[in-house]
């Protein structure tokens, strides 16, 4: 069965940097693309950036554009999102989710979520 | 960027009862509409895409609807596990964008 299985949660300090992981097991990884979206404390969802895993095309949302990274390692299976220069609204749930659709992207197997808290 | 925009914010039903959430788009984005529903603490769960596409394994009381900048999602009979919050989301461009979500709580 198809799971995305995320690195453990975070504290970091304004200004740090973060990395979240995401292992993908069950199908293919290079087959579809993966994408993060965030959650602030008792807010909504915040789509960051996906990745197309095949050839690494990335696109990322302009808030959090020049401050992070999304990579991959097919050996490994999984996808690295990497955050630069935190600040305190940083502080949120991240989830990695599978994407899929030829033509009408959606998410449809998503990770357990990793909190960052971001605090001095 | 697009803008999603779910009504209502929140609403009150009680079991069994039919419930509909609407989500306007600032701009025509064809059938790219995706529904999802998290329950607290939880991830959020595919239900319906590409705006009238059930998911393998979601109940057929789950049905989605809607073409441009208008669209809706219908549950037809309300169950205890639907208490959740449920976001809409655009994949037409990219920032793919989410509504702001509508939780839909017991009555």
């Known amino acids: 069965q198809v799971q995305l299985v995320q690195s453990g949660a975070e504290v970091k300090k304004p200004g740090a940097s973060v990395k979240v992981s995401c292992k993908a097991s069950?199908?293919?990884?290079?087959?579809?693309?993966i994408t993060w979206v965030r959650q602030a404390p008792g807010q909504g969802l915040e789509w960051m950036a996906w990745?197309?895993?095949?050839?690494?095309?990335?696109h990322y949302a302009q808030k959090v554009q020049g401050r992070v990274t999304m990579t991959t390692d097919t050996s490994t299976s999984t996808a690295y999102m990497e955050l630069r220069s935190l600040r305190s609204d940083d502080t949120a749930v991240y989830y990695c989710?599978?994407?899929?659709?030829?033509?009408?992207?959606?998410?449809?197997?998503w990770g357990q979520g990793t909190l960052v808290t971001v605090s001095s | 960027d697009i803008q999603m925009t779910q009504s209502p914010s929140s609403l009150s039903a009680s079991v069994g009862d039919r419930i509909t959430i609407t989500c306007r788009a600032s701009q025509s984005i064809s059938n790219y509409l995706n529904w999802y529903h998290q329950r607290p603490g939880k991830a959020p769960k595919l239900l319906i895409y590409?705006?009238?596409s059930l998911q393998s394994g979601v109940p057929s009381r789950f049905s989605g609807s809607g073409s441009g900048t208008d669209f809706t999602l219908t549950i037809s009979s309300l169950q205890p596990e639907d208490f959740a919050t449920y976001y809409c989301?655009?994949?037409?461009?990219?920032?793919?964008?989410f509504g702001q979500g509508t939780k839909v709580e017991i009555k």
């Open positions: 989710a599978r994407e899929v659709g030829a033509h009408i992207a959606s998410f449809d197997y």
């Open positions: 990745i197309s895993v095949s050839s690494g095309r990335t």
């Open positions: 069950g199908y293919t990884f290079t087959n579809n693309g």
């Open positions: 590409a705006a009238s």
């Open positions: 989301q655009q994949s037409y461009i990219t920032p793919w964008t």
